[in-house]
């Protein structure tokens, strides 16, 4: 009977131990790329542990070039406080490469070489379930924060080209340059509608008109998104910031706003929908509050809307610490547990970034206050993402590919036609431009942003000098045999020096010509002297510093000047305006930027860039937008014109278009019809240009007040001297709805006025009426 027994358990144990084997050998289903991604991600997740599913829904940052030099240069107090640098007091570099082979990290950002991003994968297949990890980075125009990395314009400057199939291009170059980094994330589109340009972010966005911002938000999307080598898709998006920061009630990032429910969605949601049509992978919250709710705690704003009504099916990430400020700042909150319970609960899937967010949402579903289910939804977002960008079979990245994809001749031929067509000519006196070669003997250039990088804008680390071509390299290209004169007066406004002011004056006396580069300075390596860009909100918007007295000191002397802003935002240059022979709005035109503002300033390229926002006469002058509402200039200021300095699409060319021809194919339209509004655009200069036709629509008796235009279309076109072409738009039911008493979508019956032209400007737009009929 012993025998018996004997020979059985070895029998039992040879078969157990073929069977370990057996199941060794067969690969488990999320490692194979064949199933759909729902298979994958389901079958992953019902391996995983507590904590291994909470640390998908954790992040840190990089560990090299981020946590060791902020552990280097920065006190924990100032860590609470600062939204750009961070590391983590308590634990080591070490700690957090022990974390991720335990599965309790799953994304990290701003990591920003490709071989440091091939570590941390590499500790991440070291553990239990080998699942990779998601690396952000801030790529908001291009991938410039890495160095090396093409810089293209600032947003607010791609929005000035209206041209969204140059943005596509440029996002799918970016898409391409942030892989090659280690990256398959980035922090990009930013939707919010800048509203008030007091604002330090405006340069980041869009513009102040929900429609443009839209669609300027689908082809950054489009362009990130396109499927990739042995992927779904070569980067994810995220669409930020959920919502309204732009328009707090001071103007400061992270102050309250509060608005009505229908300013909300009739401004500030539609290029949220937008981006959910397009697919957006992520969605970012904001550090605001909105009505007194902080949108990491907003369960009506992530679930309800985006998600159950808009269709939102990707995950939310947190912005900077901002879950943990629901305790520390927002007060809504007693612990870091608790800012996690109300943030979980009300939709938010991933936190950025660090330690406390993991401990809490073990703690909280170990106590039945949050449900494992509602760990899981998060969580299924996570890996699908993951499997949708191919990490699964591609974790790691070539570091050979920097070199043969960062910064190729063919980015930088987009970096530059982009920076030409972001340019906008605001004044133009006496046709002083273009300049003719060999005309000026001796040009005076001077100002704080005439020789650095503060045309790469923010969201830039400082990058390579060779790759920059700053406004003076770019002129003394221009003109060699031209004895160009510059006045160093610094590389921010606040250095400028009544000394300067002195001697600007007298060198402009022994001047022909004389070329300010004034404006701003977001550069985030100079964090303590930055005024503009993330937290630099202003509490006035003319030049900063004595950059107003150089421009006054040179102009006095009678020689002519041109200037030229280097922003992000706008800037209330009134007397600038006034008074100086040319003034230029370069925005913040990238790293090409001065070869780009030489080509226009001599002719080589005419100008066509439209102001994508209303540039204020004054910070009193807040939401002068121009899709104000009818009774917005009900009375008028006393102390001021009413009017913006200049108008929303509103920008010069050395030539002259002229519309004519106004028609429309028929009068009426119905729920299932079009009508076709045509309009010849003819070029009557001396000059070969490009025009951007745009499209308003005003409802002219209505349930609800309605603004007084609405931009619905624009098309971007070539004309030659003395060519016609006619431009045809397609005015649909779609393009009349709004929002009625009940914030439910309609179209009334009634009379519109389409308007047309090359700004928003009453003078610059041709009219024609048409009804809609519900017959």
């Known amino acids: 009977m012993l025998k018996e027994l004997s020979q059985w358990l070895v029998l039992a144990a040879i078969s157990f131990l073929i069977s ?74 070490s700690d957090i490469a022990a974390m991720i082979g335990k599965g309790q990290i799953g994304s990290f950002l701003h990591v920003f070489t490709a071989e440091e991003a091939n570590r941390l994968q590499e500790m991440a297949l070291n553990s239990r379930l080998k699942i990779p990890l998601l690396i952000g980075i801030d790529a908001i125009h291009g991938n410039a924060m890495v160095p090396g990395a093409t810089v293209y314009p600032t947003p607010i400057g791609l929005a000035s080209t209206w041209d969204t199939a140059l943005v596509k291009k440029i996002f799918w170059q970016t898409a391409r340059e942030v892989r090659a980094t280690g990256s398959a994330w980035t922090f990009a589109p930013n939707v ?102 902080p949108c990491h705690a907003n369960e009506w704003l992530m679930t309800e809307v985006i998600r159950n009504e808009m269709g939102f099916d990707g995950f939310f990430i947190s912005d900077w610490m901002d879950i943990g400020r629901l305790e520390t700042r927002h007060h809504i909150a007693g612990s870091m547990e608790e800012a996690s319970g109300l943030s979980v609960e009300a939709g938010m899937d991933m936190d950025m970034h660090g330690p406390g967010f993991m401990e809490s949402l073990i703690s909280l579903v170990e106590k039945g206050v949050i449900s494992e289910s509602r760990i899981d939804q998060s969580v299924r977002r996570i890996l699908a993402a993951k499997f949708r960008l191919g990490l699964f079979e591609q974790p790691f990245t070539d570091s ?27 004044r133009n006196e006496k046709n002083l431009l273009p300049l003719s070669r060999g005309k000026y003997s001796r040009i005076l250039v001077t100002g704080p942003n005439a020789d650095n990088q503060s045309l790469t804008g923010d969201w ?85 510093g004595l950059q107003n007295d150089l421009i006054r000191a040179i102009w006095e002397t009678g020689t002519p000047v041109i200037v030229v802003l280097v922003n992000g935002r706008p800037l209330a240059t009134k007397w600038v305006a006034e008074h100086a022979q040319a003034l230029i709005e370069a925005w913040e035109p990238g790293c090409m930027g001065g070869l780009a503002l030489a080509k226009i300033l001599f002719g080589d390229t005419n100008p066509s860039g439209k102001l994508p926002i209303s540039i204020p006469r004054s910070p009193g002058h807040q939401l002068t937008v121009y899709n104000h509402k009818p009774t917005q200039y009900f009375h008028s200021y006393v102390d001021e014109a009413s009017t913006p300095l200049f108008p929303f699409g509103f920008g010069l060319s050395y030539t002259q278009f002229v519309y004519s021809g106004l028609s429309l194919d028929k009068n009426t339209i119905t729920p299932e019809g079009s009508l076709e509004l045509s309009v010849e655009i003819s070029n009557q200069g001396r000059y070969a240009g490009e025009e951007v036709a745009q499209l308003y629509i005003r409802d002219q008796l209505s349930s609800v007040t309605r603004p007084v235009k609405e931009l619905k279309a624009y098309f971007r076109l070539h004309l030659e001297p003395g060519e016609k072409k006619a431009v045809r738009f397609t005015i649909t039911p779609e393009m009349l709805g709004f929002l009625g008493k009940d914030l439910q979508w309609r179209v009334e019956p009634g009379r519109f006025t389409a308007m047309v032209g ?18």
């Open 758 to 775: 090359g700004s928003s400007m009453d003078s610059d737009l041709l009219r024609a009426e048409f009804s809609f009929t519900e017959n």
């Open 460 to 544: 830039s680390s400082r990058q390579p000098e060779d790759h920059i071509i700053t406004v003076l390299d770019g002129l003394e290209a221009a003109d060699p045999d031209c004895t160009w004169d510059y006045l160093n007066v610094g590389s921010h406004a606040a250095q400028v020096t009544a000394a300067h002011v002195a001697e600007a004056g007298k060198r402009a006396q022994q001047a022909d010509l004389a070329i300010v580069v004034a404006g701003e300075n977001s550069s985030r390596w100079e964090w303590n002297e930055k005024t503009c860009g993330e937290n630099a909100a202003r509490s006035g918007l003319d030049l900063l």
């Open 20 to 93: 370990c084997q057996n199941e060794k050998s067969i690969t488990p289903a999320y490692q194979d790329p064949g199933l759909p991604v729902e298979q994958r991600v389901s079958d992953l997740l019902s391996r995983m542990s507590l904590e291994e599913k909470i640390g998908q829904m954790c992040q840190y940052v990089g560990i090299e070039h981020h946590m060791k030099q902020a552990e280097r240069n920065m006190s924990k107090e100032e860590l609470e406080t600062s939204d750009s640098h961070g590391f983590y007091p308590g634990l080591h570099s």
């Open 400 to 426: 050979a590919l920097s070199d043969s994809v960062l910064f190729t001749a063919e980015h930088v031929e987009t970096a530059l036609e982009a920076a030409l067509k972001s340019i906008i000519l605001l």
């Open 192 to 293: 919010d509608v800048a509203r008030d340009a007091r604002w330090g972010r405006v340069g980041e966005t869009f513009g102040e008109d929900p429609f443009l911002v839209s669609e300027m938000g689908r082809m950054t999307i489009r362009g990130l998104q396109q499927k990739g080598p042995g992927r779904d898709i070569e980067v994810l998006a995220c669409a930020k910031h959920l919502i309204a920061g732009s328009q707090s009630v001071n103007g400061i990032n992270g102050a309250p706003t509060d608005l009505s429910e229908r300013t909300i969605r009739e401004i500030f949601l539609p290029p949220y929908q937008a981006a959910i049509e397009e697919g957006v992978g992520s969605i970012m919250t904001a550090h605001n509050e909105l009505n007194g709710i």
